[in-house]
Each structure stands twice: as C-alpha cells, then as structure tokens.
C-alpha cells in the first residue's frame, strides 16, 4: 500500500506539473495573438458547389468576429464580466456571421471588446487591453479593437499546433468603434450605411447609430465581404465625379501634409485635376444643418460657442446614452455592474434630458444626411482624416471624456448622417499610424467600395515614392529596380496585399517587360482578387516569354477553369505534368476534371 500510495502521489504530481505547463502555453498563445482573442472556435463552411457553378464568395478566407454577436451556444460577453455571469448562451448564431460562414469562410473565433461597448481607447480594466500591432505604445481604439489588432497582427496562433492568417474581422460601429481602431492599427475599416446590414443577434448600443463595420488588411477582401453582407445587386463600376477635400477637417488632426498632397496626387492621376474641389466643412454644416443654431450644447461643457462639429458630437453622445439606457438600465439597476468610470460619467451626464432633447438631437440628424447627401449626390467622395492620434497607454488622456469627443469628432459625420465611410492606412509619422478617410453618401455602399478599390493601389504608391530617398548616390538599372518591385510585390502577396502586390508587379513589368515571372506574378494576384480574365491574359504572356513556366500553365489553367474553359484547363494542367511529371497539384486538378466530363 505504502509503494502504491507513492506511485499515486507521483502520478498526481505529474499530472499538476503537466496543468502548470499547459497553462503557461495557453498564456504565451493568448499573448501571441497580441490579446485580440476572448474565444477560440470554428465553425466551418459548407461544402463547395461542383463546376460549372462558382465557388463560395469568401472560399479560402478565415475572420474573427467581436463578442457582441451571437454565436450558438456561447455567451455573447459585451465587454464585461458581470454580464457575462448574468446571460445564458445564444441559442442561435446571428445572421450576420451565418451569412458569411455560408459565404465560405470559417470564423476562428471572437475578439475583445471595450466595456459594454461604450470604452473610450479599446482599453478594458476588466481584461487585458489588446497590443495595437501598429503603435504598441498607443491605444488600439474603441469598441472594436480586439477585431482590428486580430487583423493588424497578421498571424495569430488558432491552437497550440497550428496558425492560421486571420482575413477579415468585424465589429460594431456606433460612434467609430470600427473606424478608429482600423485608423489606430494601420488596417482598412469599413462602416456601411445605416440600415444596411441586419443588427438581429448584436447587442444593441444605439440602434439608430449602431451598424455592422469590418476590417481587412487589403480593401479587395474587404469589397468581397461587403458583397456578401450588402447584398447589393451587380451594377457597371462608377467613377467618382467629384472629391472634397474637407481643409478644416485636416487642421484637427496632425496628419501631415504630404499625405493629403499624396491623395490629391492620386486622385488627379486616376480621375483628373477636374473632380478635385476643397471645402470649409464646419461653415457648409452650419449652413445647412440650421437646428444647431438653436441645440443647447451639452451641459457638461457649457460652452455655447463650440463648433459645429463639436456640437454634432454631443449630439451624438446625447442619441448613444440615451438609447443605451432605455435598452439596459433595468440591467444596470438589477446587477448594479462594475462599470469603467469613464463609461458610467457617459450615463450620468445625459440622465437628466428630456424627450424635447433627444427630438432636437434626432433634428439635427435628419439635417446632417440632407446636406451630406447635397454634398456629395450619387457620385461623390469626401476625404477627411480617420482620427487624431491615438493616445498613449494607460495615460489620464485615454480615460477621459475630453478624448473621447476629441476621438469622435470627426466620426460624428458617418455616425450622425449614416452615410458609409472607410478609412484608410497611409503610413506612419513620429511611429503614429496614419489614416484617411473617403465618405459616400448614405446608399453609397457598393460605389465606396468600388472607389477605394480602385485608388489604394495609386495611394500606396504615392507613400512609397514619398518615403524613398530625394538623391540617390548609387544609379539602379532596371532590370535591378524591377527585381526590387517584384520582391515587395511578393511581400505585400505574402501580407495578403492583393491590390497592392498588383501594383508593384506591375511596377517591375513597366521596368522589365521580359521577365515572365513578373507576368506569372501578378496573375496569381489577379486569381486571389477572382480577376480570372486579366490573370489569364498574364498567364498567357508568361508562357510566351517562357513555354517551361509551369506555374503560368497552372494559374492559366485555374483562371480557365473558373472561367468555365474547361478543355483548356485540362490542356494547362496536361502541359504542367509533362513538364513536372510529379506535380501533385496538377494531377489532382487533371483528375478532378476528367471525373467531371467523363
């Protein structure tokens, strides 16, 4: 008994020791993934449809989603533990992530969120506040933070075993809760339209600011995911007719002036000197937003001189704790929660306002999206900063009320008009993210996203041609400088960076159009993007420079295919195996096919 008693002992040892391992494990992942994560999951796809019919829309991508939608059979958190502890799990998943997990994505799991969705910088003192990727030093933003760092972060790890590269996230947008982590963490952010996408199965914050935002580290991803959630029928490209530039938008913020240089020198190239039209903001909104002239600016501030602008963001702060409270005080009053500070000052100082309050605030709304709408008519594009720069860590700046409205100011445009915005990445200064924003109208969703599509490859080249050096002591041949092209083109495809490996592949065949991997290149590109026609005709091209260029004869092969040529990609396929007569890849998809059409 003795000797069995020890051997017990031993084995109780063993397995504690083996608990403290795995904990520690479990401890180096959740920090490996930069602190974006609350909970791992999966769910899964359906299975492909056969040719002739199209793949799933988002085949082959992973995304996150932030814990304020419901998944079946978790509780959706909200940011804080009392509400964790007080809600039973959902007994459905919401549309929303339905929508795109049968689009063909797979949802890895869900991300932090700032205390009840109403923090000021994406920090939570109820958790641990996820690293901005971008500026580990800075904040990562609002109420979305966890899905923009998820994003930002690149890799995250999906197990002890395995990693998995995150695509995509998305969050609640209400007052910049997508828009200002996406600015923070240096990714593109997307909020559509009011309306737009079902909020069933979300917990509401203010129903009529909150939408259904996400982020993506490369504005193709992000047009394929709003496809899906917009549901917006086919429709020829549009051209922007018009862009306004917002000068007393960018005088807030300390954006440098070369990138507001670089976006006008974007938009002349792509659209013409013509389009390009400058505006005092803050003077046309007191123009045609007449009811500010007579709205009592909030209490708290006492200052009856503010600008419009500032006066549209108490507005919408009156609107958000206003509905905050109808939807949870009986909550609060019947768990009595801890609540950040800064959250329950939001609630207080709105506590007292009458229903004639909010009915101006709701005024002022309507007014704004009218003169929004004048602005800009179908074909029109508003350019402002995203955001001031993010605050410093756990500095007394990020707790404050005075940050908050100084964080909000210029997102109270989208928010109060519920027109669309992105906001995107443009480098970095004194190592703070830099991001602008291009504004539609409300309905402008799928128009926005076609515009920044088409202008971030064009942008990013304006930043990289900024940021080389003026003189140059060393002459560069070019055959040298489209090797250098087509090495960041392969960095920018590695990052996921279609439009913008595009671009310098396309760089590297301006300088050496001999060059068939350049061609072969870029076509993989085009294939990620589903520009199935232009990844053929490069794939083409590669095998005239190069009859042996297996891959070209397998990305020609997959464009075909997709294109529905089934003959020629089963040609494609046949020459890359008697070239490479054990390649796996092509025998599979040879085979495939033959199965098909015998």
């Known amino acids: 008994m003795p000797s069995s008693s020890a051997n017990l002992w031993v084995l109780l040892g063993l397995g504690i020791a083996g608990i403290l391992i795995m904990t520690k494990k479990l401890k180096r992942a959740v920090r490996a993934d930069f602190g974006a994560f609350i909970e791992r999951l999966q769910l899964l796809p359906p299975p492909q449809p056969l040719p002739p019919k199209a793949p799933h829309p988002l085949t082959g991508l992973s995304f996150a989603v932030s814990d304020v939608f419901d998944v079946e059979g978790l509780v959706t958190g909200f940011g804080n533990p009392d509400w964790s502890r007080t809600h039973e799990p959902a007994i459905r998943t919401c549309p929303v992530v339905a929508a795109l997990v049968d689009g063909g994505a797979t949802c890895v799991g869900k991300t932090f969120v700032d205390d009840m969705a109403l923090g000021v910088s994406g920090q939570n003192k109820h958790y641990d506040t996820p690293t901005n990727p971008a500026a580990p030093a800075r904040v990562p933003g609002r109420a979305s933070s966890g899905a923009a760092v998820a994003v930002a972060a690149k890799l995250v790890e999906f197990s002890l075993d395995d990693f998995d590269v995150i695509d995509y996230s998305y969050g609640i947008d209400t007052d910049g809760g997508v828009r200002l982590p996406a600015g923070n963490c240096a990714v593109v952010g997307f ?335 085009y294939l990620e993007i589903g520009s199935y026609i232009q990844a053929e005709a490069d794939c083409s091209q590669a095998i005239d420079l190069d009859k042996k260029n297996v891959k070209a004869y397998l990305r020609r092969g997959t464009a075909r295919e997709m294109l529905g040529y089934y003959k020629e990609a089963m040609e494609d396929f046949g020459y890359a195996l008697v070239l490479e007569p054990n390649n796996k890849r092509a025998s599979q998809s040879l085979d495939r096919l033959t199965k098909l059409f015998q």
């Open 191 to 525: 909020r559509p339209s009011h309306g737009t996408v079902s909020l069933s199965g979300v917990i509401p914050v203010s129903e009529s600011l909150d939408t259904v935002g996400w982020f993506a580290k490369d504005p193709s991803v992000l047009r394929r995911v709003g496809h899906v959630l917009l549901q917006v029928p086919y429709a020829a490209q549009c051209n922007p007719r018009t862009f306004v530039i917002a000068d007393d938008c960018f005088q807030l913020t300390k954006v440098p002036a070369d990138r507001s240089q670089m976006v006008t020198k974007a938009i002349e190239k792509l659209y013409g000197r013509q389009v390009l039209r400058h505006e005092n903001l803050s003077d046309y909104i007191k123009l045609k937003v007449p009811s500010l002239k007579t709205f009592n600016v909030f209490q708290a501030n006492g200052d009856g001189n503010s600008s419009p602008l500032r006066m549209l963001v108490n507005a919408m702060q009156i609107i958000k704790s206003y509905e905050f409270r109808k939807n949870h005080n009986g909550w609060i009053n019947s768990v009595n929660p801890t609540l950040d500070p800064v959250i329950s000052a939001q609630l207080r100082e709105t506590s007292d306002l009458s229903d004639a309050d909010i009915e101006k605030c709701r005024t002022i709304r309507i007014e704004l999206r009218s003169a929004i709408d004048a602005l800009l008519k179908d074909d029109g594009i508003l350019v402002i900063p995203t955001a001031p720069d993010p605050a410093k860590l756990e500095s007394k700046e990020s707790y404050s009320m005075e940050y908050l409205i100084q964080a909000t100011t210029l997102s109270s445009l989208a928010t109060m008009s519920g027109c669309c915005q992105v906001a995107v990445p443009l480098g970095f200064h004194e190592k703070c993210p830099v991001s602008l924003s291009l504004l539609a109208r409300h309905g402008g969703d799928r128009f926005l996203l076609d515009t920044v599509q088409s202008m971030y490859t064009c942008l990013q080249e304006q930043l990289d041609t900024a940021s080389k050096p003026k003189v140059s002591s060393k002459a560069v041949t070019n055959e040298e400088s489209a090797n250098v092209a087509k090495e960041k083109g392969n960095q920018a495809f590695k990052d996921k960076q279609w439009q913008r490996a595009i671009g310098y592949y396309t760089e590297a065949i301006k300088l050496n159009s001999s060059n068939a991997t350049y061609y072969s290149n870029r076509a993989a590109a």
